[in-house]
């Protein structure tokens, strides 16, 4: 079966650094996204990666390794705002995004 | 930029009765758009796929005769949830693909949220 795996919640605090981990197993490859989603609300684009490496863009940063089934969303100097889910999702051989549940994050001060 | 509209943004009604909802790509045309449903604390799950001028293409163990998808336009899906009942009560999710490929980025409406009594 298809699965994809993140850790439920996490915790932080204001100004640091936090990496949210994102393991999948899934028929194929062809992409992997991160979206935040604050409550109530759609999910918004953060990153997408299809080769293995670092994608960084601003705060946040996406790596992939594709021979480990491995992703990790890094988000610093992280504010109040961040205060969200993030939601790792991945595009089999079917072309089809597999989401995982998602990771609660929550920012104290 | 990419928007998508839903309307109505929240919902309520009684069991029995029929909601339609309706997904709109603003400023850009979407030849495929997907319909999610969201519990709270869970994940996305997929209902459909609907692509424009053909009949949508339906996740297994969603009914397609309580759940009708329309993609009349490139701009417009619309969904409708016949006869609803309280385990219907959910949060409603579309989003749209702005390119022709299957790897494009979707641009995901604000989302509606259903409750049926």
């Known amino acids: 079966g298809q699965n994809i795996d993140q850790p439920t919640e996490m915790t932080a605090t204001e100004g640091a650094i936090v990496q949210i981990n994102c393991t999948y197993q899934?028929?194929?490859?062809?992409?992997l996204f991160w979206y935040q989603q604050h409550a109530g609300e759609a999910p918004t684009f953060l990153s997408y990666?299809?080769l293995d490496g670092l994608e960084e863009k601003g705060r946040f940063s996406s790596f992939l390794s594709r021979s480990k089934g491995y992703s990790y969303l890094l988000l610093k100097e992280l504010q109040m705002k961040d205060s969200a889910s993030y939601l790792c999702?991945?595009?089999?051989?079917?072309?089809?995004?597999?989401w995982g549940a998602g990771t609660k994050l929550i920012i104290k001060p | 930029g990419a928007v998508v509209s839903q309307h109505p943004s929240r919902v309520i009604c009684k069991s029995g009765t029929s909601v339609k909802i309706e997904c709109r790509s603003l400023?850009?045309?979407?030849?495929?758009m997907f319909w999610y449903r969201q519990f709270p604390k869970q994940s996305l799950m997929l209902m459909a796929t609907?692509?424009?001028?053909?009949?949508?293409?339906?996740e297994q163990g969603v009914e397609k005769d309580k759940f009708l998808i329309n993609h009349a336009s490139l701009t417009l899906s619309t969904l409708t949830v016949t006869s609803a009942h309280p385990e219907d009560s959910s949060f409603y999710i579309c989003?749209?693909?702005?390119?022709?490929?299957?790897?494009?980025?979707?641009?995901f409406g604000p989302g509606t949220r259903l409750t049926v009594l």
């Open positions: 990666n299809v």
């Open positions: 400023d850009f045309q979407a030849t495929t």
């Open positions: 999702a991945v595009i089999d051989s079917n072309y089809q995004l597999i």
């Open positions: 899934t028929s194929g490859f062809n992409g």
């Open positions: 609907s692509n424009e001028g053909s009949k949508a293409t339906y």
């Open positions: 989003s749209a693909r702005k390119g022709a490929e299957d790897y494009n980025e979707q641009f």
